[in-house]
């Protein structure tokens, strides 16, 4: 069978599909001998089922008799075939996946004779019939109606030998397939006179059949329906009757339509026969399976950033930009193919000969300047650093790629504004191409690239090749402008100063010699999440990427938590770079002046400008990494309770003044709001580090960070601003006595995850880690066993195990790892601490970044990319392992 845009199916042969089980059934079995050879081969039609199996919530319908069962001469014997029926049920087992059949028999007929289950959805009488008691609900003038066109129809049965008539709630079909065809002219007749004598009927012909319709409808109106109500973002409609030419003309945009057998339609593929109707959607199951479960997706710790401190850029290994914000971080993307595949927008530049082997990719220098190497080219990527001053409120984001080598290169830039929501159009001008309906200016400087627009939906890309036996090729994404001129500074001038940029601060880091280079990558990482003009510190730079392939746990984390922000810049601290933290407390400081509440009133989190976020919403038309949605955009977290961010920040202040870094005045008073902050709301409940969205509880590690914050308070009063609050001491006491008597639970022999409970979670480890227990404390051992016990799986640690009112699971969360490895550390078991720290790092992708969470059976990320939390973890645990070796060997 050849699948063919313009002709009809041709050709046999048998060639195996992929093998799937579903409910016990195996595709490739089914399918055996019926796939023909040229299936495949339709790069075309195969084209438009991987969109389709990618979309995020896709509907497939089709009609029933010519379509999944054969034509036969008794409408009653019409079965479905059997291979048909098993796509069908096996794609509405799919998620995000709906099945309909829509068809002109009854629906009580269309439910006897396909005995598809429940998850299909089945519409009679195309379209007027929803609902299987539909004939009980009928209009007694619609009832008297169709009794008057029965019976002006029934004698037509006599008339006419091999006439049927099929009484449906709101309409007859007549079928005259088996009358003579010499006599056909004369039944159509005798049908527009009955029609004509009842009055006001609709007629729809289809193959031998002619339907009276008391009810205005047609399968159109019905697929329309059907779409709303599943919300289906593509659909695929399959018919071969006259009748189907309704529903085909509803189609846009991504959706497919395929006719079935011969005859005109405005369907854009045909196949040839009911046979055939099973194989395609077979394939089509295999492929929506494969990509709901990730198949052909980048892992996610693969990925690598670009960032010039405004915003960040994440590249796959085969240097496809598949993710960025403009004019800022936490901006609406431009490409966003990470969460919505090709159709969200993405740039990519490769070599036109992929028969070599995968690329490579490094970052140049101790830099985020991104290298990326096949055998014939190399492609350059930054975003430009070359002013020195990511400081800039106005500044201007430029993405600069370099392509060099020998052989062809092919670019294809395909920008989609807001997420792909907003119609992107592309203008070629001189010089370049510019998107010209962009709120923000965005143009793409490309001298001598020759480029070809196309059209994809309500959105251009353009795509182009160049030979780089001519010599290099510089393209530079401008976002911020509408010009074209060459910049003054030529591109490797940018260049080297974009690395001296990166390279000389980590140069001047104060490294570990303990898994050197990968604490220097994620003290980079750290500084690449840090957001210049403000000082605030991203805990990612994405949003919505998986804790749980498939699930709902997706989140946007493109804001600043005062609780993460803190503990990254005090990571860095540890390494000697202390500006990240000076500008972060900054950045507080002017979060409490602009915002005007209380310091007890703290959010857990703002935007990078230190502003209250954006009501949490979701994108809909973004399918979700592996197909797991929502796409969400704001976090609903910054209206939670959370007391446990005042301790970070006092522990950050605290560093500070170890060092003997300038604090002043105004830090002093910084410390002293938090500790009122403190006094105030310590012994409410919270929902605590991990956010649990649900009631509130007294959760011990918020305790424990509320007497962290007044423990680190005393003494920054003394050692730096000589100062006494001997108030201070008891409220400490008090804390720490309540944090003792209701968080150490004597029967499961640990601290507990909240005083009303005895389920545990990981971060009771502060107890010991910030230092309300002693090392040797014997309350410390055991909550350190007991969280081995229940939340270690392997080489991870689960934040917790018990019910957070969401569905599914999720991944080991690599800061907790890292906590238990720092726990290890504190009870002298260094040898296990060097090996688990060991196994941590293998974690990173092959640039050394982390995602947050990894799942214990495959070893794959989860979670937003890079995150912060999980790089501070590996700074913190290789400091501190070498200090503990240090010591043991002085």
């Known amino acids: 069978m050849k699948l063919s845009p313009t002709g009809h199916a041709t050709a046999r042969g048998a060639v195996a599909l992929s093998s799937m089980v579903t409910r016990g059934t195996t595709f490739a079995a089914i399918t055996s001998g019926l796939v023909p050879a040229d299936f495949l081969k339709n790069s075309e039609l195969t084209d438009r089922l991987d969109r389709l199996a990618q979309t995020p919530n896709l509907l497939v319908a089709c009609d029933y008799d010519g379509t999944i069962a054969p034509i036969v001469s008794d409408p009653m014997k019409a079965l479905p075939i059997r291979e048909t029926s098993v796509a069908l049920r096996n794609l509405a087992a799919l998620p995000q996946t709906h099945v309909a059949v829509i068809s002109g028999r009854s629906l009580r007929d269309l439910a006897a004779l396909s005995r598809l289950p429940v998850e299909i959805h089945l519409v009679g009488s195309h379209g007027t019939e ?424 997706q989140w946007d984390y493109r804001y600043c938590w005062i609780r993460d922000a803190s503990l990254s810049a005090g990571a860095l601290v540890r390494l000697g770079s202390i500006e990240e933290a000076m500008d972060l407390l900054d950045w507080l400081l002017r979060v409490l002046d602009t915002t005007g509440c209380g310091p007890e009133r703290l959010s857990p989190l703002y935007t990078v400008d230190g502003r209250s976020l954006p009501p949490e919403a979701t994108i809909e038309e973004l399918s979700g990494y592996a197909g797991s949605r929502p796409v969400r955009v704001g976090n609903a977290a910054d209206h939670q309770v959370q007391l446990d961010v005042f301790g970070p920040v006092l522990e950050l202040i605290h560093q500070l003044g170890e060092i003997g870094a300038p604090l002043s005045s105004r830090h002093w008073r910084l410390v002293e709001d938090l500790v009122s902050g403190v006094e105030q709301r310590w012994q409410e409940p919270d929902q605590g580090i991990w956010e649990i969205r649900s009631a509130p509880r007294h959760h011990t590690h918020s305790k424990v960070m509320c007497w962290v914050t007044v423990d680190r308070a005393i003494d920054i009063a003394d050692t730096v601003f000589g100062r006494e609050r001997p108030e201070w001491l008891v409220l400490r006491d008090q804390i720490e006595a309540d944090v003792l008597a209701h968080g150490w639970n004597e029967e499961i022999g640990s601290f507990i995850t909240a005083y009303d409970g005895t389920d545990l979670d990981a971060s009771v480890l502060a107890v010991g880690l910030f230092g309300l227990l002693e090392p040797d404390d014997p309350r410390f051992a055991a909550t350190v066993a007991a969280v081995e016990t229940w939340l270690r799986d392997g080489d991870t640690v689960y934040r917790y195990r018990h019910e957070d009112g969401l569905p599914g699971a999720e991944g080991g969360f690599n800061l907790m790892t890292s906590w238990l490895i720092d726990a290890k550390i504190l009870l002298g078991d260094l040898d296990e601490a060097e090996a688990l720290f060991e196994r941590y790092v293998e974690l990173a992708g092959p640039t050394g970044l982390l995602a947050e969470e990894v799942d214990p059976r495959t070893g794959r990320g989860l979670g937003n990319h890079p995150q912060a939390y999980s790089h501070l973890g590996l700074i913190t645990n290789a400091c501190r392992l070498a200090q503990a070796r240090a010591a043991t060997t002085g």
């Open 130 to 553: 929803f609902d299987i008691d539909f004939a009980l609900d009928l209009d007694p003038v619609l009832r008297e109606r169709r009794a008057r066109l029965i019976a002006g129809l029934e004698p037509l049965v006599d008339r006419h030998p091999g006439l049927s008539l099929e009484k449906k709630p709101a309409s007859v079909a007549v079928h005259y397939r088996n009358v003579d065809p010499e006599t056909v002219d004369a039944v159509l007749a005798d049908l527009e006179a009955v029609s004509a004598e009842i009055g006001d009927l609709s007629t729809h012909h289809g193959k031998k059949v002619c339907e009276l319709l008391l009810i205005a409808t047609d399968k159109g109106r019905a697929l329309t329906t059907v779409r709303a109500n599943v919300g289906a973002t593509a659909v695929l409609f399959l018919g071969d009757d006259v009748t189907d030419e309704d529903a085909f003309a509803t189609l846009t945009g991504p959706d497919v339509g395929i006719k079935v057998g011969d005859g005109p339609t405005c369907a854009p593929c045909r196949i040839a026969s009911p046979d055939e109707v099973g194989v395609l959607l077979a394939a089509l199951c295999v492929r929506r399976a494969e990509w709901l479960a990730g198949a052909g997706l980048t892992a996610i710790e693969d990925h690598s950033i670009l960032s010039d401190q405004r915003t960040a850029a994440i590249v796959t290994p085969d240097a496809r930009i598949t993710w960025l914000c403009v004019p800022r971080i936490d901006s609406s993307a431009i490409f966003a193919e990470l969460l919505g595949g090709p159709v969200a927008g993405y740039f990519s530049v490769g070599p036109a000969d992929t028969s070599g082997p995968p690329p490579t990719q490094t970052y140049v220098d101790n830099s985020l300047v991104l290298r990326t190497s096949w055998d014939s080219m190399a492609v350059v990527d930054y975003l430009d650093c070359s002013d020195g001053r990511p400081d800039r409120l106005a500044g201007r984001t430029d993405l600069v790629r370099v392509i060099e080598g020998r052989g062809t290169a092919i670019i294809e830039f395909a920008p989609r504004l807001d997420f792909g929501r907003f119609p992107t159009q592309l203008q070629i001008r001189d010089g370049g191409l510019e998107v010209v309906n962009a709120a923000d200016l965005v143009v793409l400087r490309a001298p001598g690239v020759e480029w070809t627009v196309t059209d994809h939906g309500m959105h251009q890309t353009a795509t182009a090749e160049v030979d780089l036996r001519a010599g290099p090729v510089t393209l530079e994404l401008r976002c911020g402008t509408a010009s074209l001129r060459p910049e003054r500074a030529e591109e490797s001038r940018r260049r080297e100063h974009t690395t001296a940029f990166w390279r000389d601060w980590a140069d001047r880091l104060q490294l570990p010699p303990v898994q050197t280079d990968m604490v220097r990558r994620s003290a980079l990482t750290l500084k690449a999440l840090s957001y210049g003009p403000s000082g605030a510190i991203l805990a990612a730079a994405t949003t919505s990427l998986p804790e749980f392939i498939g699930g709902v746990r």
